[in-house]
């Protein structure tokens, strides 16, 4: 069963590049006592997360910052040097977006937010979505019905509830 608001969110570990190389991230220590938009996409790269996605949380980081939220995380079921890369080439690292793998989609499937398409070669990917947490508690969560699209879960949406 997917994650809805009022949900805390499980413990997880994820991964991102750091200066030494991949680091372990403990999401709820991350998350404690903080304000974070958390989105969620198939895959680094891809089509609509390249195009729309992420260049849709850029466009409003500056948005998100007035509105007080601590961090924008990017979570994709990707390895942390493919993730690493794809935030350079699209700027969001450069716009303080941190982007976090998720390799083995255990947080993905422990928010029920896991689908396959074999027919594009997805895997055990992530669904399309975007989430306002605070203190590790989902306050807004918006869901894409197709993965193949951003509108209720692009940077523009998700700051319209806030």
Same mark, same amino acid.
């Given at each position: 069963?997917?994650?809805?608001? +009022?949900?805390?969110?499980?413990?997880? !570990?994820?991964?991102?590049?750091?200066?030494?190389?991949?680091?372990?991230?403990?999401?709820?220590? &991350?998350?404690?006592?903080?304000?974070?938009?958390? *989105? +969620?996409?198939? /895959?680094? *790269?891809?089509?609509?997360?390249?195009?729309?996605?992420?260049?849709? *949380?850029? &466009?409003?980081?500056?948005? *998100?910052?007035?509105?007080?939220?601590?961090?924008?995380?990017?979570?994709?079921?990707?390895?942390?040097?493919?993730?690493?890369?794809? /935030?350079?080439?699209? +700027?969001?690292?450069?716009?303080?977006?941190?982007?976090?793998?998720?390799?083995?989609?255990?947080?993905?499937?422990?928010?029920?937010?896991?689908? !396959?398409?074999?027919?594009? +070669?997805?895997?055990?990917?992530?669904? &399309?979505?975007?989430?306002?947490?605070?203190? /590790?508690?989902?306050? !807004?969560?918006?869901?894409?019905?197709?993965?193949?699209?951003?509108? &209720?879960?692009?940077?523009?949406?998700?700051?319209? !509830?806030?």
């Amino acid at each position: 069963m997917a994650i809805a608001k +009022g949900d805390t969110l499980p413990g997880a !570990t994820l991964i991102e590049m750091g200066a030494d190389g991949p680091e372990q991230v403990h999401l709820g220590d &991350r998350l404690k006592g903080r304000k974070v938009v958390i *989105f +969620g996409l198939p /895959g680094a *790269f891809t089509g609509t997360c390249s195009t729309a996605h992420v260049p849709s *949380f850029i &466009r409003t980081k500056q948005g *998100f910052d007035d509105k007080g939220v601590d961090e924008i995380i990017c979570i994709s079921v990707n390895d942390p040097f493919v993730l690493q890369a794809w /935030g350079e080439s699209t +700027g969001a690292t450069e716009a303080g977006i941190t982007m976090l793998g998720d390799p083995e989609a255990a947080f993905t499937t422990a928010i029920g937010m896991d689908f !396959t398409a074999l027919p594009a +070669g997805l895997i055990d990917r992530s669904k &399309r979505y975007a989430m306002v947490v605070e203190d /590790g508690v989902v306050q !807004t969560l918006q869901a894409e019905e197709n993965p193949g699209v951003c509108e &209720r879960s692009s940077g523009e949406a998700l700051l319209e !509830t806030l």
